[in-house]
Structures are given as C-alpha cells and as structure tokens.
C-alpha cells in the first residue's frame, strides 16, 4: 500500500481577532515534528479570503496530490470537534473576509450542485473520539463563509477530479491556546487522520 498524503489546514485570524486556534493548532503540530505512522503528513495555514484561499487550495492540491485533507477552522460550536457533513454551494456572510471581500448569496460555482455531503466515515470519527473522551458532534451546517467556502471547493474537487479522495472540515470552539488543548487536539488530528484514510477501522 503506498503512504497516503493527508494535507491538513487551518486558518489564520479574521475579524479583528488574535488567534485562531486552527492556525495556532497547525504551527504547533509543524513545530513538534507532528508524525503519524504510515501517512505523509503535511500542513497549511489558509488566508481567510475568498480568493486567496480558492488559489491556494488549488495549488496545494496540484502540489501535494493529497488523498485526504482535513481542513480546521473555527466557528461557535461548544465541543472541542464540531464534524461538519454537509458543504453548501453558497457564500453569504456579514462578516468581510481579510481583503475586505463580502459575499452574500454569491453561488461557489455557478454549475455546481446546491450541496455535498463529506466523503469521509463522519460516524467512525465521531465514535474514535468519543472511545478517547475527545467532545465532538456532528453539524450539519458549517455556515455560509470561509470554513463551508473551503469544505465546498475540496468536496467539488474531489468529485469532478478525484483529488482528494475524501475532505472533510472541522470546527474548533473559539477557545485560548494551552497545553491541555494541544495534547487534545494532537490526539484528535492522529484519530480523525488514520479513520479518515481508513487506516484505523471500527
Ligand atoms: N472560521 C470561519 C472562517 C475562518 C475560520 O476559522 C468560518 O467558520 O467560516
């Protein structure tokens, strides 16, 4: 079986605030030398804009060729691990992005389908995290800015491409930084990646 590559991304801050735990999670699991056994791990730190997220997905996926991506943000969700399921094909939030870009009801692509569903096991995830007492849920509206914006165009490109095989987007609360989230979050990363490539199974 060949190494799969997972690229696995976050986002940087938006909206006037200091932190976004996505990005923070990202340079963290980059500074320990993150590994999983088995699985090619590489990490991206996303512009919270429209077009420059659109450009960057599109080059690391031409680059990396990833079977997999998990792509973090986060929204206002409670647990630690909000799994989203479904991307709609809609950008409409009041919120500008970072180069002060406002979308509102503006199609993702104009002859894509109203929605899909996240190709990966959401159900065995959620079950992973819960054997290891990580708080996760999953939702079935991951909003109508960046976060849904990204989940759309990974899921969009793997159905008229195949690359990636399978994405899937992850809400993280709006919560500080410490080293109890981190030891959490890196447990998370290394669950949802081995069941996301069907390394693990339940
Ligand atoms: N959360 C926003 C965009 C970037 C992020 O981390 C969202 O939920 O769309």
Redesign the pocket.
Known sequence: MTTPTVLIT???P?DGMDE????TMIRHLESVNFEIPHVDLQFAVLP?SYEKADVRILELLAELRPHTVLA????RSEPLITIERIALNIDD?E?CDNCGESRNGTLIEADGPAAYFSNVPLVSIQDALRKAAIPSAISNH?????????LYRLLHASETSGCPASACFL??PRIPWDRNIADQLEHAVRLIAETATGIRSY
């Open positions: 976050g986002f940087e938006f976004n735990l996505s990005g919270v973090f943000g986060i929204g939030a919120c991951a909003g109508a800015f960046l976060c849904n914006h990204l809400h993280l």
